[in-house]
């Protein structure tokens, strides 16, 4: 794994939370995208270096919903740019660790990604992510 790519933030309502993220970060959010097939719609923002993405149902079965219902809003997952996404999955797998999803999946951003299961992870849920070059 390369480094931390982003921090993703489950919210209630981006367009509140884009508003709260601008004065707390000093810079707006450069970037909004709708993920259809997830039921999710994101937004990004860039300190520095890093990323934060805002995280908002748009279906109620989606894994935005549930978790939103479950555990309120909060920090929904740690996302880790990976070079070579398919390899990692294969390590991950070996080393014992539940993937979400074993065949990568066209994510927000232009990344190809795979969820491992926060289950085997001490809670939190871990993203992998490729750049789609
Ligand atoms: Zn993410």
Do not use: W
Request: hydrophobic fraction near 40%.
């Amino acid at each position: 794994m390369k480094k931390i790519e982003h921090i993703g933030i489950a919210v209630n309502s981006i367009e509140t939370s884009n508003i709260l993220f601008k004065k707390l970060l000093g810079t707006p959010c450069y970037k909004e995208e709708e993920v259809a097939s997830e039921g999710v719609k994101t937004s990004f923002f860039k300190t520095g270096l890093n990323k934060i993405e805002l995280l908002e149902a748009t279906k109620e079965d989606s894994p935005i919903a549930k978790f939103l219902e479950k555990k309120g809003e909060g920090i929904h997952h740690i996302a880790f740019e990976v070079q070579d996404i398919v390899a990692e999955i294969a390590r991950l797998k070996e080393e014992g660790f539940t993937i979400l999803n074993e065949i990568p999946k066209k994510g927000a951003d232009n990344k190809l990604v795979a969820f491992v299961h926060p289950k085997t992870t001490n809670g939190v849920l871990i993203e992998l992510c490729q750049e789609i070059v």
